[in-house]
C-alpha cells in the first residue's frame, strides 16, 4: 500500500509511524509545507486514556513522551483575587516541539519519507497516484475543501477571540484567572509543559536563566467586543504580547509572556457529514475540531490515528475499514464536541456568573463541560467539594438534591421534579386509575413535586382522545381522589397541576399510534393564533377571533378554579412546545397582524392576559410556573435573547419560577440533543432575567441533578424518563448516596426496603481450602 499523509502535525506523523510499523511494506510519504522544528502554539495536553492507547500501539514513542511529560494534579481558579485549588485532577504535558521531534525522529527510524518545507501536492493527483490519502492538514484543510461536496463540512464561529502564548516558568497547577476590565472580563488559561531545572527554587520574581524555570502555556480570551474595546484590534503582535502580560502582570508575577507567530484568532467548530471520498479521509482538525478549553485537539488527532491504523489493520477492504474508522470515531467525537461547546459558551458567558460566591463559581467552572461531576469532583477533592456544599447551605451528609426549596408558600422537601408527561389514558378527560397509580407511585417514590400531563382547559383543547381535562366537575372530582392520595399515602411529596391548551398541535392519534399524526376519524376543529398547519398533512386551525380569545381566557380561569378545588399545591402554565399560547409567543407560529402579533411585546400580549387571570383565580399562597420553549431550534424562531425577555415578563407578573424547556413548536426544527442539553438555556434565564428556574432534558442521574444545583444552573430539575424506568428514582438516589432524612423520607411500608436487599455470600467468610505454611 503506497500511502500519502497530507500535514506534519501530531497526527499526521503519529498515523505514519503507526501505519509504518504494522505493517513495514507500506510505502508512506508525508507532505508539511513548515519547517521540521516550525510550530504554533507551545504545549500540548493528552490523557492518561490516550497515553494508555500510545503505550499499547507504540511502546517507543510512549517511552519518549514519558520522558518528557509534566504531570499535575491540580487546578488554581482565581475569583475576585481569591484562589481556589482543586485536586486529584490528574493531566500530562509536554512541549509542541518535542512532541513534533519525537514523532519525527520515530517516522525515520520506521523509514517514512518525510518531506517538509514542501507542499503537498492537489488532493486529486494524490488520490490517483496513492492507495490511500489521509488529509491531516489541520482546521483549514485544503483537502476539505477541495471535496466539500463530498465531506459536506459546516464550520461554525464563536464569540471570543483568543491568543496563544507562553511563560519561561511553570505553573504549579492548571491555572484559570479571571481579570474583569474597564473593557469588560478576561481569562487566562495556563498550564505548565516544561520542568524547571533540579536546582530551580520556585519564587514569585524570576530568580534565575530561564531554561531553569520551566515553561508554561497561557492563552488569554475574551468575548469579541471586549476584545475591540480594550484596542487589541489596533496592536501588532509585539504590543498585544506586552498588554496582555500587564493585564495578568500578578498571575505572571511579573514576567514576560512571548509569542510565536501568535495572532489574534476565533475558535472555528468544525463537523464533517463525511469522514471519508473514495481513498481519500479526513484525519484530527480538518476532521473535527474541539474547543481548548477542554484540552482535546491533539488528543482527539492522536485517537484517530490509533482507530484508522487500528481499522486499516482489520480490514483488508479498504472502504471497509474507512468506513468502520468513521463508524467508531464519529460517535466518540460528536461526545467530545458537544462537551467542548459546552465549555466553550460557559467562558463566552463568563461575566454572567462572576457574581456567585467564590467557591460556587469555582465549582461551576469545574463542571461546565458537563464531563466533570459533583460526584467526580467528591472522589477526586472531597475537601473542595465539602467546602463548596457548606457554601451552598447543604447540611452535614445532604447531597445538594435534597436541600429543601420554597415557592411563595410551598417548600418542597427536595430540588426533584417529576416532569410532566402525557400518558394518553383518559376517557372524556377524566383521569382514572391509572393516573392515580402514576402519580400516586411516583409521589410515593420520594419526589418533592410530581406534575400532571398538561391537563387540557376545553374539549377541542385536548391533543388526543386520551388527554385529561378540568373542563367538567365530574373531572375535578376525579382529581381530587389523586390528590388526596398524594397528600395522605406520601407526606412531604407536592402535586402540581399543568393546564393547557393544545392549538394547532390537537385531534391527533395516541402517541404510539402515530405521534402528532391526525385521527383517522372524529376529530374536532383546531384554533391557533394563525392559519398554519402543523406539519404537512396536519390539520389547518382557524385564526382566533378577539371573541374567542375573551372564551378562551374564561377557559383558562375556570380549570384554574377547578384545579384550586381539587387541591394542587402547584399550577403550572403551559407556554411551550407549539401548543396553543407558545404558538402566540414564537415568531413562525404567530403572523397576526393585530396587537397580538408582531413584536415580541405583542407576542406576549395574549398569555400573559391568559396568566393573568389564571393568577387571580389560582390561590395566592399557591405559586404559580410557566413552561417556555427557550428556543425554536429554526431560523428566524424564538432565540435565547426572546427566551429572557419572555421569562422577565412572566416574572413581573407573578410567576415564582420558570420551566425551561426547548423546541417541538415547528416539525422541521433541528435540535442539539445531548446530555442536560437544555440546562444553559435555563442558566441564563435564571442569572439573567433573576427568577427561580426548573432545567429538564436529558438529566438523567442523580450526580447530574447535584452538579446542576451546586453549581447554580438551576433552582430545580425536572426529570422524565428516569421516572418512566424507576418510579422510586429519588428514593434509590438517596440510597446510593448513603441520605437519610428529610429530603427523602420513604414511606413507612416501604422503610424495609430503603437498603438494597443482598444477593449472595459476598460479605460472609470464605471456606478454607488450602493450608499454608
Known sequence: MRVAIIGGGPGGLYTAALLKRLDPAREITVWERNAPDDTFGFGVVLSDETLGGIEHADPVVYEALQQRFVRW?????????????????GFAALGRRDLLAILQKRCRALGVELRFGSEAPYPAWLAQTYDLVVAADGVHSTTREAYADAFRPRITGHRCRYIWLAADFAFDAFRFEIAETEHGVMQLHGYPYARPSPDHHPSTRPSGPQNQLGSSTVIVEMREEVWRAAGFEELDEPESVARCAKIFADTLGGRPLKSNRSAWTTFRTVVNEHWSHGNVVLLGDAAHTAHFSIGS????????????????TEHGDLSQALAAYEAERKPVVASTQRAARASLEWFEDLARHLRQPSRTFAFNLLTRSRRVTHGNLRLRDPRFTEAVEREFGCPPGTPPMFTPFRLRGLTLRNRVVVSPMDVYSATDGVPGDFHLVHLGARALGGAGLVMTEMVCVSPEGRITPGCTGLYTGRQGDAWRRITDFVHERAPGAAIGVQLGHSGRKGSTKLMWEGMDEPLPEGNWPLVAASALPYKPGSQTPRQLSRAQLTDLREQFASATWRAARAGFDLLELHCAHGYLLSGFLSPLTNLRTDSYGGSLEARLRFPLEVFDAVRSVWPQERPMTVRISATDWAEGGTSADDAVEIARAFAAHGADAIDVSTGQVVADETPEFGRSYQTPFADRIRH??????????????????????????????????????????????????????????????????????????????????????
Open 73 to 89: 494534579d491540580d487546578i488554581d481558579i482565581v475569583h475576585r483575587g481569591v484562589r481556589h485549588t482543586s485536586g486529584g485532577h
Open 297 to 312: 485537539g491533539t488528543k482527539l488527532a492522536v485517537e484517530d490515528a490509533l482507530a484508522l491504523a487500528a481499522c486499516l
Open 688 to 773: 439573567e432575567a433573576g427568577v427561580p428556574v426548573i432545567a429538564v432534558g436529558a438529566i438523567s442521574s442523580w450526580d447530574d441533578v447535584n452538579s446542576l444545583i451546586l453549581a447554580g444552573r438551576t433552582d430545580l430539575c425536572a426529570l422524565a424518563r428516569p421516572h418512566l424506568h424507576d418510579p422510586n428514582w429519588t428514593l434509590h438516589a438517596a440510597a446510593e448516596q448513603g441520605y437519610a432524612g428529610p429530603g427523602a423520607d420513604w414511606p413507612a411500608p416501604y422503610r424495609a426496603g430503603s437498603r438494597p436487599p443482598r444477593t449472595g455470600r459476598t460479605d460472609d467468610p470464605k471456606p478454607r481450602l488450602t493450608l499454608t505454611s
